[in-house]
């Protein structure tokens, strides 16, 4: 993530105060570098660690539907294409250093009533021997949330999640990728044909992160500097509230798509491209799409969610100790 440079005052071996430029750089929680599984097409590639798949994250629904939950339903959630495309084998660590490997192709998974990017699959693990963390609800952005934190273009994000040829041959090593966001929700972005609500965010980006979670991360805010009287063009004060810089990273959406641009061949003599060959070259614009943490959400508050919902809720409140639900683990 670019982070803007910061006037920081230090003070010299005879106490003198001077000021240097630093970057302001998180640190990444663990706990969210935990909640990343990766997605393959079989148990084999998963074993193996092929070149092949995509991301996923794991997110705890509370249950019952109420505030404090008694536990929380914990589901895989990626994207729809990466199990179209037939990765629906997840991989995840273990407490002892490795990885266990669990094939859900042909259990149920839960798509977006409207057709969106995303699927979920609810998962019991053991956390006696899976190593895992999960995001609930109130690390989720909310429309509420972009609001009282006055969210927008230029804010810092960042993308746990699967670089593929360095991700982990013997257990899932997740890496981070950086960027800011650069236009809010508004006009769907297209990719291969699908119209999608979605963030358009500055990052590098390759395939691999499909499925991945896109974190809101708040910088620490520049102290404000005074103006000098009489000074033309004096800056606006932000109306953004003091609190931003201390709190914990948000849930923003999921990595669905990177935005491709097309190049033709160029000529080595005067670097015109060479307008009688129809072959061209995709490049990346640096562009990556995601969608909305809210359109996550309509997958849980769906009529055919609701329902396994209050079975699990009716059945903790009978007989809890065997219903597959975590009380344990969060990314709290």
Known sequence: MHQPAKWATRLSRRGISYQVLEHQVPRIP??????????????????DGERTGGSGFLVGVHIPFVQPPQGFLICVVTNKHV??????????????????????????????????????????LNHLHHKFSFIAYNQFATREILEMYDVGPGDEVFIPGRFIGRDGRQKNTPTVR???IAQMPGEPIISEGRPQESYLV???????????????????????????????????RSKRPK???????????????????????????????????????????GMKGFIPVWRLWD???????KVLRDQLAEQ?????ENVALDDEHSSK
């Open 299 to 305: 997958v849980f508050e769906s009529p055919e969610m």
């Open 178 to 180: 950086f960027g800011n």
């Open 316 to 320: 903790v409140t009978k007989k809890p």
């Open 83 to 124: 199990i179209d495309r037939g990765s629906m084998v997840v991989r995840i660590n273990t407490h002892d250093g490795s990885s266990d490997i669990i094939a859900l192709d042909g259990h149920h998974w839960y798509l977006h009533p409207g057709g969106d990017d995303i699927a979920v699959c609810p998962i019991g």
């Open 202 to 236: 500055e990052a590098r980006s390759i395939p691999g992160y499909s499925g991945a979670p896109v974190f809101l991360h708040f910088s620490p805010e520049h102290p404000e500097v005074e103006w000098p009287e009489g000074m033309p063009n004096k800056p606006q």
């Open 30 to 47: 663990d706990d969210l570098l935990r909640c990343v599984v990766y997605l393959y097409p079989s148990e084999a590639a998963a074993e």
């Open 243 to 285: 609190i931003r810089s201390r709190i914990d990273p948000f849930l923003l959406g999921i990595d669905w798509c990177h935005l491709l641009d097309r190049e033709k061949p160029r000529s080595d003599v005067d670097d015109e491209p060479l307008r009688e060959i129809e072959w061209h070259v995709r490049t990346n614009t």
